[in-house]
């Protein structure tokens, strides 16, 4: 088994897998009311050929995780058949989802072997919900956090995307929400991901700003972090604040993906595949591998992995947002599977 390094010494160990393009939501950030032009069915890697490609990555290259995204994941059928699949290969297997199905899927996906859950929800408001995914479904959403809790996932992540002048008043509101219903917390910078292209700097809640909110209601910790994008920390109210809350003073949990102001792309280990069986080596990559054509093409076990390597060396060393040179990817976060 060799590591899979690129040329800035990083070992990839982290698979993200879209396992479509299509979506039950119209998030503004993401996607145009419209929706997309979503690919044909035949354009979609089949169960067989997304497995086949994590078989190459684990046996070849020591792959610890997967992460499955979409789009919304949940709309694939028979999507526990690929997780447990999946789980048979012995990687810890995440979702990320925007929970509105949950409440009918938790349980088999668990089940089926899937360990980790984050649903995304960027507002408790329920107006601002309709008017930031153009649906009315912050109810099922909720629920489908309390059926991930029921189902056994433990921790559940709640990913916040944060926009200054949309959400960014809202984050006591969630680091309460968090505490008080025993989830976690996750708020992610706002990235030049947007399928509008209205991404600006000037719409971004850094890392710093959401601490200074933090910290004038709690007394926080520092976490351990790992490999893992989010820096984690603890949290309570402080004393003077506690007495207000009596009973419910317990301690919460919330990280911070500071992908902007902050970026940790000299300790990135992930590699994307798309649902059209793109190969990304960096979610802003300009270029990819076709590994579909190679797949169909009647590529053997030894061509797909020499291709993934190459592909992997080809890496630049991060995103370089913010920088003169940054270049914005051709595919939006719904198409590259986040
Ligand atoms: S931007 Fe690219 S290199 Fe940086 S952390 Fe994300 S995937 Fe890794």
Not at 192 to 204: H, I, K, N, T, Y
Request: glycine residues 8%.
């Amino acid at each position: 088994m060799q590591p899979l390094i690129d040329t800035f010494g990083r070992v990839h160990k982290d698979l993200r897998i879209s396992v479509t393009d299509r979506c039950n939501f119209r998030c503004q950030y993401c996607m145009p009311e419209e929706g997309m032009v979503w690919l044909d069915r035949s354009e979609i890697l089949t169960f067989d050929e997304i497995y086949r490609i994590a078989n190459i990555l684990v046996e070849r290259f020591g792959l610890e995780s997967i992460r499955l995204t979409g789009g919304e994941p949940t709309l694939r059928r028979e999507l526990h058949v690929l997780v447990s699949r999946l789980a048979s290969l012995g990687v810890e297997l995440s979702m990320t989802t925007n929970g509105a199905t949950l409440e009918r899927h938790a349980v088999d996906l668990f089940e089926a072997g899937l360990t980790r859950i984050n649903i995304s929800l960027d507002t408790l408001d329920r107006q601002k919900f309709v008017e930031l995914t153009r649906r009315d479904q912050l109810q099922q959403v909720i629920e489908g956090i309390d059926a991930a809790k029921q189902a056994g996932f433990d921790p559940v992540k709640v990913n916040v995307m944060l926009m200054k002048g949309i959400n960014d008043t809202e984050i006591i509101d969630f680091l309460e929400f968090g505490r008080t219903s025993d989830v976690v917390i996750r708020f992610i910078e706002f990235m030049p991901l947007d399928a509008g292209e209205e991404w600006s700097q000037d719409r971004v809640v850094a890392a710093s700003e959401i601490m200074d909110q933090v910290t004038e209601h709690y007394r926080s910790e520092s976490l351990e972090r790992g490999s893992s994008p989010a820096e984690r920390f603890r949290f309570e109210p402080k004393s003077d604040v506690s007495s207000d809350l009596g009973e419910n003073a317990q301690w919460g949990e919330f990280g911070i993906i500071a992908s902007v102001s902050e970026p940790f792309c000299e300790s990135c280990d992930r590699i994307r595949l798309t649902s059209d069986g793109q190969l990304r080596n960096c979610l802003f990559a300009l270029e990819h591998l076709d590994l579909r054509a190679l797949l169909r093409g009647g590529g053997t076990d030894e061509q797909l992995a020499k291709a993934i390597v190459e592909e992997v060396e080809a890496k630049r060393s991060g995103h370089n947002i913010g920088q003169v040179y940054f270049i914005r990817p051709s595919k939006s976060m719904s198409q590259v599977g986040g």
